[in-house]
């Protein structure tokens, strides 16, 4: 299992403008493996810094170097029409994976 959590970032004044929730990305994803690993699942963690816009790219990317069997995604909960008319990472994921593709809300 790999807790995946993909950063965008943008550059700005040259410095890195974090695009994320204000919660640090270790944070989220040490709690994520620390569930895992308490109901005995054995879980890795990976942080990936992208430009705004490449998340489903690197996603894609990661589950085709791992060899992903399935993609488990969390959804913002947009309507599916504005997801579709905003390219939602979600949306972006589910079309482009090579594996299949869990979406939960």
Known sequence: MIVLHVREYERYEGSDVDLGPP?????????????FRQGGVEAQGEIRRV?????????????????ADLIILGSRGMTEW???????VANKVVHHATCPVLLVR
């Open 23 to 35: 919660v640090p990305a270790e944070d989220l994803v040490n709690g994520v493996l620390a569930t």
């Open 51 to 67: 430009s705004s816009g490449d998340t489903h790219q690197q996603i894609i990317e990661v589950a085709a170097a791992t060899k």
């Open 82 to 88: 504005k997801s579709l008319l905003l390219g939602g």
